[in-house]
């Protein structure tokens, strides 16, 4: 996911998106423990998806205390 489509979404959107990661996250770790993970390469995609939906969060807390 790219850091542009990730501003585009509203606050709400943004939750949904983190505990949608997450449960991915989760579902490919025990795909790693069990043996069936096929691409490797995608835990680190979603490892670094959900840091850029947090810091996208924590922008916009920034600047809404700005205000």
Do not use: F, H, P
């Amino acid at each position: 996911m790219k850091s542009k489509e990730i501003r585009e979404l509203t606050d709400a959107e943004l939750v949904t998106k983190v505990a949608d990661l997450q449960r991915e996250k989760l579902n490919l770790k025990i795909q790693s423990r069990t043996g069936q993970l096929e691409k490797t390469a995608r835990v680190r995609q979603i490892r670094r998806d959900i840091a850029r939906v947090y810091t996208e969060q924590t922008a916009r807390a920034a600047k809404a205390e700005v205000k």
